[in-house]
């Protein structure tokens, strides 16, 4: 049961982390456009689109890998248990 805590508890780091990287890109990447792409682009409203599709792709990214990592490790110890389990119970 420690380990699953431990688990748990990495997953939750690990995304805390993450979403903090992410709030950093993207103020980062925000600040460049906005300051330089201006220039580029007709509108600042076109700016502002640029930087909410570059966010969105990057957060739904993290999201999905984030989830498959957590669901891998979580199900691992479940998964080997269940396959020990199983040919005990043959008939």
């Given amino acids: ?7 748990v508890g990495v997953a939750t780091l690990l995304s805390a982390a ?13 600040y460049l456009i ?5 220039q580029l682009m007709h509108t600042r409203a076109q700016a502002h689109f640029a930087v909410l599709s570059i966010a969105i792709v990057i957060v739904a990214a993290l999201g999905a890998g984030l989830t498959t990592l957590t669901n891998r490790v979580a199900e691992r110890p479940r ?13």
């Fill in 1 to 7: 049961m420690k380990r699953r805590a431990t688990i």
């Fill in 18 to 30: 993450s979403f903090a990287l992410v709030l950093g890109l993207w103020w980062l990447v925000s």
């Fill in 34 to 38: 906005l300051n330089y792409i201006p």
């Fill in 79 to 91: 998964k080997a248990h269940h396959w020990h389990m199983r040919p005990r119970f043959h008939h």
